[in-house]
Structures are given as C-alpha cells and as structure tokens.
C-alpha cells in the first residue's frame, strides 16, 4: 500500500465470516479486493454474496470485481507450463496480474519431455517483458527455458506429482539448483508471489 | 552466449590443470573470464599464473582480467547484509555484477535486530533499481526490506549459522515463505546466481 | 499439581467417553479442568454435557467452568500476533492464562510486513510483563519483538502457511535462529505451554 | 543496547584481523565485550593480543576484562547438566551471565539416566531464580527437572550423541515436546541465548 | 511358522474380500488367525462375518477366535504406557501376546511427568520377565524405566503427538539414543513386533 | 550400578585428561571400566597410560584390564555382520559383552548378497542364545536371519555406505520396518547398546 | 511417439472433463489410449463414457480399448512381489506393458521373510528377459532376487507400510543401496515407469 | 559370481592391509579383480604393490591388471555427462565396463544449459545398445536424453553441487521423477552400479 501495492488476503486459513467482514471493509470503500487460496465451498459461499464478483474454482481466487485487464492484449508477462495439471498456480498468477493491472498469457503447452513445442514457441515468447514458469515433478521447464531466453525468469514449483515429487519439494530444489542462469524462484504453489515479482519488476520497465 | 550472456566457469570441482586449461582457452581468444568457488589454494595458484587477473579470496572469485567498472558509481544495483559474515556471499555477486558491467554498491550494516538502521538507509535505497539482499541465520532481513521499499528483491540465503540453521536451509525456507510481497530467491550463497537473475532484470530497465 | 500447576487435559486423542470419565472425576471433586485441541464433534458434545462449562472452537479448549479472570485488566502478558490465522494458538494460550488466573491482552493487529503497526504498539507493549508472540509462516515476528522490547518473551511456531512452511516448521526453526536476543520457543501450536512457560515466570515476578 | 542488552559478537564466521579490528573499537571506548563460538586458533591470539583478556577453551567464549561477577555467591540461575560432555554449552551460559552481571551456579552431575541423583538435589535447587538444563543425546533432562521443580526453565539441546542424535536435533524435540509443563527451548548449542532469555526474566524478578 | 512362530496378517492395505478369503482359509483348516491394523469397517464386517471371533476397535486387531489366555495371570510381559492415548498400541501388543499364550498385564498409568508413580510400582514390576514400554510425544518412560528395572526392555514408539512430534519420529529417536542402558526399540505403533520379540525372549526363558 | 550393570565410559566428546582422571577413579577402588569410543590419539596415550590395558583400535573401546572371558567358549551371542567393513560396531559388542562377562563368537562372513553362505550356518547359528546382527548400506541381513531363526534379535544398523545411506539411516529404517518377526533395533554404530540388550536377555535365560 | 512410445495420461490430477476430452480425441483418431492413477470415481465415469474400454480399480489404470495381448503366453517379463498389498503397483505395470503389447506375468507369492518360496522359483524366473520387482515395507525383495537371478531388474518400491516406511521411501532407499549388482529403480509406485523401462529394454533384446 | 558376475571390492571403508590380503587372494588364483572408491592414499600404496595394475585417482577404480578392452571401439555403451565435475562418477562406470569386457564410450561434452550440443550429437548416440547418463547439479540431463532417445536409460546421479544440492539428492530426485518415460536410477555416485545393470542388460543384447 506504502509501497503502491493493493493489499491481498490470504483466503486459505480464513473462516467464511471473517473473509466476508474483510472483504465488505473494502467494498464499503469502493476498493476492489483478491483473495487467494479460498476453497470451493468459501468461494462459492463469496461469489452469491458479492455481486459482479469472480471467483476462479481452478485455483481458488476471488475477486470483489471482475478485473477488467484482458487477456494477453500486450506483451507483458508469459505464463508457461507444461500441461493441465499446473493449471491452479498458473490461474492464481494470471488473475493476481489482471487485478494488478498487467497483461499476461498462457502457455499450457509447453513439454519439456517434447522439447520441440518449446523450440517452436522460442521466437514468440522473446516479445514479454517477463517469464514466469510452473512446472511439477522434477520441475526442470524453466532450465531449459532459462538456456533459449534471456528475459527476467520467475520459477514457480507445482505440488504436483507422486512418490518422491509428491509435495512440489523437488521441482523447488532443482529450480534452485538450475544450471541456466539467473532463474529466481518463489515458494511452492505461490503464483500470487510470482506475479507480485512480476509486477515489481515491469514497474521498472521501459 | 547465445542470450549474450558471458560463461562463467563453476570453479570448486574443477582441478588446478583443468581451470588454468579453460582460462588459457578464453585468455587465448582475447576474452575476460570469470570463475566462482575457487579455493584458496586454487585461487591463489590462478592468480600468480596469469598476469593482471583477480582474485577475492573472500568470494573465491577469480577474473582473468580486473574488471573496470567502478564502485558504486550508478544506482543500478545494491547489495544489502547484515554483517560481515555474509561477505563471501555478496562478493560473489559483486564481482559478477562488475564482471557483466554492471554498478553495485554495498550496504554490509543494515541489520533487522536494529531495524532503525535499515530505516535510516530506505530514502538512499530508493535509488537503485535492483535489490540483493543476503541473509544467514533465520533470513529475516529480505522481509523487512520488501515491506519498505518497491524495487525488484532477489533474497540469497547464506550458509551462516549453527543449530538448526547450519547449512543456510532456514534462511532459505524463511525467504521462500515470507510475507511481503513479490520477493524472489536463489539457491544458497549463491552470489553468481542472484547477480545474473539482477543482470536480466537490468536489460529491460529503462 | 505437586508443584502447584493444576493439570491439563490433552484432548486430541482421547475419545469422548473418555474425556467425560476424567472430567467427571473433576467435578465429582468440586475442581475446576481444562482440556486442550479438543476436536469440534467432541467440544460441542462435552459443552451440552457438562453445564456452564466452556467451549472455544476456534482453539478447542474445553474447561468446565467458565474462568473468571477478566480480559486485560491488568499487564500480566500481552499476546501477539499478526492476524485471524493464527487466533487457534492465541486462544488456546489466552484460555489456558485465564484458567490458571493471569490476565492476558490480545494484540492481533501487529503484522510484520507493515513495520509500523508494531512500532506504533511499542509504548503500550512495554508494561506487560511477559510476551507471548505467535506467528506462521516464516515466524519473522518474535525477531522484530525481541529487537524493540526488554521483557521475556516465548515465541510459539503456528501451523499456518503453504509450500515450504506448511506444517510450522519453517517458523519454528526462524525463532531458534532468531538474531534477536533471549528469545525462548515452545512447540508448534504450542499456546497451552506458552502459557505455562509464562506462568512459571509470573510467580517469580514483583 | 537500547534495550539495554550489551552487544555480543558472533565469532565463528569472522576472520581474527575483523575480530581484532571490532574489540578495539570497543576496547577504546572503555567498553567491556563479549565474543561467543571463538575458535581456539583465534581464541588463543585473541588472549595474547588484549591483556587482561579471557579466553574459555572449551565454549570458545572470549572477554575483553574477566568478568568479576563470583561464581555462585546468590541464587540467581543454577545451569544443570549431566556430564562433561555437555560444558562446552554450559560454559558459553555461565560466562554470558558473569558477563551481564548475573550469578550462576553450575550443576553438572545431574545424570538422568540415574534419577536419585537429580532427587537428591531438588530442595537446594529450589532456590533458584531460574533454571537452565543443557542435554544432548535423547535430551530428557529438562522433562525431568521440570515435573520436579516450579521455576522458570530454558532448555538447551547440545550436539553430543551419535548415530540418529548425532547433531542435537533429537534432544531439541524431546524439549520441544516434553510432557512436562513450560519449559521453553533455544537454538542448538546456544549457551548465549539461553543466557540472555535468563537475563530477560531476571530483569523482571523480584 | 518354520521357526514356530503362528502367520499373523497385515490388515491394513487388504480389501475386505481378499481378509476374508485369506482368513476362511485358515478358519477351514481348523486354525487361528491374527490380522492387525484393521479399520474399523472392515473389523465390524469381518466380526459379524465370523462367529466366535474378537475385534478391538481401539487397536484394529482382529482374531478367529477369542485368544482364551487370561488377563495377567502369571508374570511374563508388562506392558507399560504413559496414559489412553498410547493405548492403541498397548492393545495391538496386549492381543498379540495372547494370540501367542503368553500373559500380559498393563500398567496404563506410568506418567513421567509425576515420576513418583513410576516410582511407587517398580518393586510389582521387577517381578515380569520382560518390559515393553510405549510412549509418545517424547518418548522418555523408556529411558526412565531403563534407569530402574534390570530387564530385557522393548520400547515402542507412538504417533501420538503435535508439531515436532506429529508421527511419532521424536519418541522413536529419543528412545533409540537413550542414555539407559541396553533398550532395544521396533517400529511407531508395532505393538505387534514387540509382543513378537518379547515372545523370542520368553521362549529362551526359564 | 544399582542394576548391576558396570557403568561405561562415553568415550567421543571427553577430554584425555578429563578420561585419565574418571579411569584412575575406578583404578584406584580396584574396578576394572570400560570406555567406548575413544578416538585413536586418546586411545593409544591412555594404554601407555595404563599398564595391562587393552584398546581396540578399530572399535575404539578401551579397558582398563583386558576382560579374561576367551572366545567363543559357550554359546552365548553369536554376533554376525556381512564383512570387514562393519568390525567396528562387532568389535564395540564384543568387547562390551566380554567386560560383561559374557560369552561371543563372530561370524564376519554371513553376507545376504550370496544368501548360501548364511543357509549354510543355520544349524550352526541355532545353539546360540542371543543374535546380534550388525549391517549396512541397506541393511537386510536381520531380515533374512530373522526368518531362519527363532532366538533374540538384536539389530544394529553400522554406518557404512555413500549416496543415501551414507550415515546408517537406511539401514537403521529397514530393520524397523523388517517384515521378518520381532527383531528389535538399537542406534546406529551402538554395538555397546546392543551387548548391553542381549546382557539383559542372558541375565533371564535358563 | 518420435521415439515409437505411445504417449500416456497422466490422470491423478486431471479433472474428469478433462480427461475426457483428451481420450475423445484419441478415440476420434482411431488410436487407443491409457491412462494411469485415475482415482475410482473418475475410473467408474470413464468406463461407462467409453464403450469397450477398460478400468482396473486396484491400480487405477484405464484404457480406451481393452489392450489384447493375453496374460503371460511368452517369457518376456516377470513382475514379482511378495503379496497382495503391493497389487496396486504391479497391476500399473501389467496393464502398461500390455497396452505397448508385452507379455508380463505376476509372480505375487515371493516373500522374503519366507526365503524358500522364493527360492522354489527360480529356475522357472530364468526365463524371463526382464524382472521387475515391486517391494514395500523395507524393500528387501529386489536384492534377494538379484543375488540369485542374472537378468536387468528394475525394482519399484511401493507405499505400504507404517511407522518410518509410511510412504515407500525406506523401500526406495534400500533398493538404491542394495548390495546385489546392477538393480536398477524408479520413483516409488511408478509401475508405469517401470514397465516403461522394460519396454526400452524389450526393444533392443534377440 | 554365480550369476557369472565377477566379484567387485568396496575399498571405501577397508583399510590397506585388509585390501591387499583380499587382492593377494584373487592374485594367487590367478585371477583380476575390481576395487571401487579406493582413496588415494591407499590407491597410490596398492598401485605400487601389485606390477601390472591399475588406479584412477579420479574415480578411485583399482584393477589388479588392466583391462583390456580398448576405448570406445563398438558401440556398447554410450557415458554421457556435462563437464568435468562429473568424471568421477563416469571414470567409475567406464572402468567397471572395461572390467567387464564391455565397450564403453565418453561423452563429457553434452550440457543440458546449452541443449544444442546435445541434439547434434543424437544421430551418434543412437548407434549404442544403452546410455549411461550422469548428472551433479539438479540433474536434469537424462530427461532431455530420454525425450530424444529410444534406448535403455540408466541415470546416475552425483554429488556434485552446492546449497539445496550439495549431495546429490536433487539429482537423485529428479531423475526419480522424471517426465520423460521409462528412466531407470542407481544411487548417488554410483558409477559401479550402473556399469553392472548395463552389464544385466547387454547379456541380453542382440
Ligand atoms: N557459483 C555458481 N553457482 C551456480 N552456477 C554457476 C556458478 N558459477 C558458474 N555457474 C554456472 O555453471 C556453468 C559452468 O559450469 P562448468 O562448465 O562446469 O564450469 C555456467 O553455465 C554457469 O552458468
Ligand atoms: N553464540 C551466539 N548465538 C546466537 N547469536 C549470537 C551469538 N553470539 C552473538 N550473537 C548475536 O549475534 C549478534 C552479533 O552478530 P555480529 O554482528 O555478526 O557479531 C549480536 O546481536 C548477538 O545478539
Ligand atoms: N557407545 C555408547 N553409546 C551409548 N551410550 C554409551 C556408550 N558408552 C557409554 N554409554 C553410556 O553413557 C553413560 C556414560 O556417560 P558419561 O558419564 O558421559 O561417560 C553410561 O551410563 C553408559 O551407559
Ligand atoms: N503414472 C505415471 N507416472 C509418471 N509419469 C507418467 C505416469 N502416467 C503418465 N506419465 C507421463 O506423463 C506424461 C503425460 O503427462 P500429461 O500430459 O500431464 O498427461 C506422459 O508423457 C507420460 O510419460
Ligand atoms: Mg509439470
Ligand atoms: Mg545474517
Ligand atoms: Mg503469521
Ligand atoms: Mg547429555
Ligand atoms: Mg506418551
Ligand atoms: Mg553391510
Ligand atoms: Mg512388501
Ligand atoms: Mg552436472
């Protein structure tokens, strides 16, 4: 706020009642608000309490408004991952970037196992200003992203995979470990965090 | 190279022959070159074999060639730390950052036991464009920093401490989960890694 | 008891019949008792069986009878925290206070990332006697406590965050490395035994 | 310092001219200080460089003058251990405490292992201020002191064991879970903070 | 069975069908049988599915037919635990025994928190031939009970905890290096290998 | 002691003059003592020290008289391990069983990779009361004796091997969870502990 | 698929629409389709969308078309375990290997606290190309059957058991140190991988 | 042996003179013999014990006489790694290959940061029967060699690396988890290892 940054709730450890008295506190200021991480059953419970508001059951974001940043109408940031799985950081990332005012677009197709539809995408992805990167299991996207573009690098592990991978903790150590240079990392499932990061960074930008 | 981005060589697991082989080959092509985690004993052994090179036996960063840009001269990047304990961690990004061209300065005294030191430095922060901040210990310094001042924040933790924070995984975890807004980490004592994520972030800055 | 602590009940793994078997003993003794992490089925069903007792299920502290010590008349303890998150070990620190007969005042306003609310409190925190300060995520709090104030203070990790802090760990282990001085630690979730660790220290106290 | 605490300065991560250059500085000034974890290299040039100076090979503590607070003369804190493998702990809380003007008494034939010996000296521990227990290995000793006697207790892990207790961390969680009421734990190893938690309650006790 | 020893069935990754088939197996050829760690569903189907059989729905054991060995008639294994929330375990051991002819009793009030009723039993219990004692949280009555009874001794760790102790891995590595002499120590919650390694030892004994 | 048990000397972290001092204790009452542990420098100047001592120098255990129980005469403990690379924790048991009073053989040559070697000892191996089985890397040997013989157990995992199971952990975990029948574990590298276990079991044996 | 592997679903964390319309397109190609870890709900919805397809409930595997090559008419894999627990795993690998059209036969009585039935075997295993052996618990299966059984083996450690071998890592790490030459593993429960892994195998075999 | 495998040493945790009598045994029946991670110390004194023989000081691979297998002449086995830092670990599995009669091809140069040298190279490495891919780091090489080929994977993860990959468990974990299909892993550093699985396989080899 100081800081020229809108104050965003953590909605995970929030009971109903309280969320809803925070988020009536902005509304009666005619604030919009986002909250993050709100389970179904909340959001739901939200989204018939507040009209015109958004609530995304992927990755459990809501909105007091609708965010009216379309989608991907310049070229500012590119959100990449390999499939559907990592779907519910990629959306936390992209709905916290439109409420923050920034342009961002999806890339969901991007398999490093078939290292080709990256190679195909390189020339496309060199127009935004940021990257960012989720990526589950042994999380190596960002790796070879890092080697085939020289734009600001944001890498986000995904609690995805199963045995040895299970809680995101290895995609997080090896994108710390990365070989490619200059790749930064935030915290498991914080797509919020990557955008914030995101944002810091094009405030900065020509 | 192909991103524009120099090599840099990884020192610590490379023999003596092996690195005065590698350094001859850039050396012999015209070009700078740069290593990180050399050892004293290789460092030293380094310096006296090639003429006019650098070595910071804090850092373990040897240079083939001093490089020239000044101290502090622009307000392109700062290097904050508590103490001087994590000094061979700054350096390590100080001399990459001067290495790749880029201005740094240093602020070794800023520690968030007495936050009024930091807050004494926020307006002079102010100025720069990128933010390091290392941290050994519990790591809280980054947080403190990101809740007061706007810039691009890129957290290293450092391998200082005993007890549960021996290796530096406190610090490291503690940056990961904090929370102020939109703060981005590299691996521990990684020095090179956060002054070439600085360095990516400094080509899209006006 | 021997040592003129009442004893506490651990409710968490005790079933219902047998929670009201050692209740009962209680009462049938004309004694006051609490139980502690009493699950919600079991402290609405313990609150319809024994009258005038007490459930709250936010902590889930059961004590049979209402205490009586009122909220904050005194400067006893002050209990911190940054926000609603971490109320379940507040509350269970603050209920457990009451039943041994201390008075205790819940700051839950004192968030980290804005700096200034805490500087803003320093004043009126300065005439308690004791500081409980409970924080989740990266645990930062304690730290910035034990560098603005004098008195004792007991840090309690609370299981609040995702990704790397997700059970309370990562907190824990911040306020054993805390760069503050004399900060102590009890466990995560912990408030029954900050406050116990707080009345050990009140009964030495002028 | 403001807080009225002396600064004490962290020895094992900084180089013998750094230490050199900071005790003159306050050597100058006429001030008393305090080093912790000097290693004995340092330690023993540090003793020959300050006359007057102490240096405790076996904590690794260092002091600019002897502390002249007597060994034991009231009964402020009595430091409980249960043999000579746990002093290099010990010793770093003992000197802290003379250094802060605070009386100790050392306790270090208090084995667990053969209770009676703990019984037989509960009543003249009792008189007390505040107790401070240092255990490695399974850590039990704080567990057993605190369901014997009331006062305020710091327990401190100390990394002697072997084997799944090689590091300390075992005799950590044991305090962080004992079942005996309030006791509150510090870092691993860490003489000085327990002293300093001491000195907070002190501070307070009539 | 080879070595003597009766087949016992791991109850808790087998579908209901496949228990009993495997079961009706050893029914038909006019055997006993033991399975352990069955759910509760499953324990309620399979007791009604076979007439005749036991089912503890504190520990999951179930068997064929009621083991007729009587409660503690002669003095072979104590069983000892702290309270009832170790009894989940105290049970899977106690119906082991029986299952095995062996007698048990069980001593479910030795808390060491009041170490004097530890105390107050150790001339009963010196007359077992051999002690399995389960504890949680800390796990520290093994290493009390070691430190006064010379018998063969079998500590079991309990999930029984919260925070640092959650599943059980404090009271299994506190017990693993007890400063007692001469505990040996079997999986969290396998009151099933303890009874079977008590019945090892007893089958030696005179 | 009270137990009848000799008390043994934690050799690792005590001082030479700090072990010359407590051997000379027992010396001069006419006792015999053990200590274990005790790294080659203290080892050789404490058997110069004492006239008719014994030091082990690959177990590191010292006795002030070398115990006069010989070899192997009855049946007591069979000790068995895979190779030469576990005689350090064999050697801490054997001694420690021979201060005891106690009767062991070793077999060194039992390894589970060629199963034919240990099938061919199985008669041999059945005259013994008790069976201490020391293993490393993954520690499976317990589990194949385990199914072959029916006596007393005692696992004790060494610390040999590199990459995951450098420091003993596996081999400690799979003997835990062991599918063979009620064999029971002590710490890693604790050959002492495990004497003192079958010690206990022999005192009760016919 | 540019390697000759057809591609397969990766179905824990996809949502039943989804999935859907991935197999539609699929089936629109005339291709088949298989698809691992569907959760029973999702399974059940896909069986009855899809006419002729398949859905193993015990390992969650689902195909478009019943995969035709019958159970284990040649000798190309063995896929061992030690019983029905470990079904889940196996049955992953089974249905795998014959949708890429491998003949697999399920040896799911070898256990290895029963050596001789595993014994009893062998012979008709040597006839097998490739062994893949799935193991819980401790995990010792693999090392026994490659001490006596000369082909590639690739072990898979499973999520069975308790206490430290809760979630398979104590399997994965004895079969990561096995002491038996040349075994090969993949990620806990991944008896895709594993069937993968022969495949490549199969490939390149006379 | 048995198996037709010869039998290798583990020279880490053996000590000179127990290497050299077990060397002299295989010498006398005239017979060759392999010891791994053999220190240099003990390297050096056995390569001047035995005429004839062979030590690497890179790897610590002893062989009594030189293989004679010439580098590289067919195309058995391709050892693929990124640079320098790794060849500790291929050294061990080419000489183990060598050992074994095997041909085995280096290829150090193939960096995943620059994926371009990889796919050059890929029309070559097509031509072996099985890959050997070692990876220090976040180990992500074998990913990108299974994406783009076809053979039998065995993945070697090394200890090579800092921070969050100090030991090589990133390495390890990622290659455990892996998107790209059917890689097989051996432990950390183990070269050895995955010289005699390629060794299982290409006894099966057409
Ligand atoms: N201190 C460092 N930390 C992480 N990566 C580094 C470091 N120094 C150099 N590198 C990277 O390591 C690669 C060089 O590895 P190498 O070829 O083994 O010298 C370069 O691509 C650098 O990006
Ligand atoms: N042994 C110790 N453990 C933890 N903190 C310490 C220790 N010794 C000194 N300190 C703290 O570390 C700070 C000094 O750090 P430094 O400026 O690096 O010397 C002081 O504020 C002390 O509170
Ligand atoms: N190697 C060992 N492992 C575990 N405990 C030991 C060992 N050696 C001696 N002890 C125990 O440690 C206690 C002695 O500790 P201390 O008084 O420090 O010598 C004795 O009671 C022994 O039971
Ligand atoms: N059970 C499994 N374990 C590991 N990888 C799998 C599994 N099932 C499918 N895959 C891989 O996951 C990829 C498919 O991921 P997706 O595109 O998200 O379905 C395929 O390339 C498969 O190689
Ligand atoms: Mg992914
Ligand atoms: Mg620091
Ligand atoms: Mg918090
Ligand atoms: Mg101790
Ligand atoms: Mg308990
Ligand atoms: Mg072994
Ligand atoms: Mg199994
Ligand atoms: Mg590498």
Redesign the interface.
């Known amino acids: 706020?100081?800081?020229?940054?809108p104050e965003?709730i953590?909605g995970?450890?929030?009971s109903l009642p309280?969320l809803i008295e925070i988020l009536q506190s902005y509304q009666s200021k005619g604030l919009n608000a986002l909250a993050t991480?709100v389970q179904p059953d909340k959001g739901v419970a939200l989204k018939s309490q507040f009209e015109g508001s958004l609530y995304d059951d992927i990755s459990g974001v809501f909105a007091l408004r609708e965010p009216n940043a379309p989608d991907s109408p310049s070229n500012e940031v590119a959100l990449l991952s390999?499939g559907?799985?990592d779907a519910f950081v990629v959306n936390e990332a992209f709905y916290t970037l439109q409420f923050l005012g920034c342009h961002a677009a999806r890339y969901n197709d991007i398999?490093?196992?078939?290292?080709h539809r990256l190679l195909s995408k390189v020339d496309e992805l060199k127009k935004y200003?940021?990257l960012i990167v989720v990526a589950g299991?042994?999380?190596?996207l960002p790796?070879?992203v890092?080697?085939?573009?020289?734009?600001?690098?944001?890498a986000v592990?995904a609690?995805?995979?199963?045995?040895?991978?299970?809680?995101?903790?290895?995609a997080?150590?090896?994108?710390?470990?990365?070989?490619?240079?200059?790749?930064?990392?935030?915290?498991?499932?914080?797509g919020y965090?990557a955008?914030?990061?995101?944002?810091?960074?094009l405030?900065?930008?020509?």
């Open positions: 706020e100081r800081l020229g940054f965003v953590y995970a450890s929030k309280v991480k390999a559907t799985s398999g490093i196992a078939g290292i200003k940021v299991f042994e999380g190596a790796t070879a890092g080697g085939l573009l020289p734009q600001p690098i944001i592990p609690s995805v995979g199963y045995g040895v991978s299970e809680n995101g903790a290895v997080l150590n090896t994108m710390l470990s990365s070989c490619a240079n200059g790749i930064t990392v935030v915290n498991i499932d914080n965090g955008a914030m990061a995101a944002y810091r960074i405030q900065r930008t020509a």
